[in-house]
């Protein structure tokens, strides 16, 4: 059967004049105080770190009111972030509620949301060295929560493969290893993330989602501050900067460098873990 394609109707220039409105508008959201968590940043303690090897993922934990930051080393990659609360796996980061408080990309100032029904703050991006890039000509701007992440299932769909080196598989088996528990187990926990370098946007013409080289090098990061306690899972993709293909060994890929750090005592002064929604959950019952 063909598809049919529908002449315009005589208003139709009318119709896509009509100026967009905002879905949420912000003013009313509640702000991070920036400088003061950059003031406690300046004295902190380095307490730990872990390398995730290319094509790999490794889980690391944060407790609230500490920072970590993600780093390029050895070459251009991007990476594909989950968080969870440390104690609650059912609160975990919220990729769709987050894009539509700060937009497709987040950068400095920006936080990751938690699910329902807790939906706060779980971390707060406190610096960006690729904050420079903006929005390229092409519409594409950098670390996205438009993405899913590269998975098994979705290439078997659309090729027939058994890869079992993307993001999803390598997230699903860190917080299986992680948590020690069976790899059917961890999967349901593994949800949408945040694409840390990667360079995306959405085509004009088609609307689809595109990649692009990431303009992350080595010595570029991203860092956070945990606003709760916090479990991170990330995945160094098998798509490298995502310059061509992802879920492939053909791709030049390099491993990620995350750093945990603890500030001074006192130097959070007036800093409290944000309570969980404070919406009572009757539903109109």
């Known amino acids: 059967m063909a598809m049919t394609k529908f002449s315009?109707?005589?208003?139709?220039?009318?119709?896509?004049?009509?100026?967009?409105?905002?879905?949420?508008?912000?003013?009313?959201?509640?702000?991070?105080?920036?400088?003061?968590?950059?003031?406690?940043r300046e004295g902190a303690t380095k307490t730990g770190e872990v390398l995730v090897r290319a094509r790999d993922a490794l889980c690391f934990e944060v407790p609230a009111g500490h920072f970590f930051r993600i780093t390029s080393v050895g070459g251009p990659q991007v990476g594909d972030l989950n968080l969870w609360n440390r104690s609650d796996l059912s609160e975990r980061f919220y990729s769709g509620k987050t894009r539509a408080l700060h937009g497709t990309h987040i950068t400095t100032g920006d936080r990751m949301w938690s699910s329902f029904p807790h939906m706060r703050p779980m971390a707060t991006i406190v610096a960006d060295t690729l904050d420079w890039y903006g929005v390229d000509p092409f519409g594409g701007s950098v670390h996205d929560v438009i993405g899913t992440r590269c998975d098994p299932y979705t290439g078997n769909l659309l090729a027939g493969t058994q890869y079992h080196h993307c993001c999803h598989s390598n997230l699903t088996r860190a917080l299986a290893d992680h948590l020690r528990i069976p790899l059917t187990e961890a999967e349901p926990h593994v949800h949408d993330v945040l694409n840390v370098f990667m360079c995306t946007?959405?085509?004009?013409?088609?609307?689809?989602?595109?990649?692009?080289?990431?303009?992350?090098?080595?010595?570029d990061y991203l860092e956070f501050f945990a606003e709760i306690d916090l479990l991170g899972n990330l995945s160094a993709c098998p798509g490298g900067d995502c310059s061509s293909e992802h879920s492939s060994d053909v791709a030049s890929c390099h491993p990620l460098l995350v750093e945990t750090f603890a500030p001074e005592e006192g130097s959070l002064s007036g800093w409290e873990s944000p309570a969980p929604s404070g919406y009572d959950r009757t539903h109109g019952r």
């Open 8 to 40: 315009a109707p005589s208003d139709a220039v009318a119709r896509r004049a009509v100026a967009p409105v905002i879905c949420y508008p912000t003013e009313t959201l509640p702000q991070p105080d920036l400088a003061l968590y950059r003031a406690a």
């Open 201 to 219: 946007g959405f085509t004009r013409d088609t609307g689809q989602y595109f990649m692009k080289a990431s303009p992350v090098r080595p010595g």
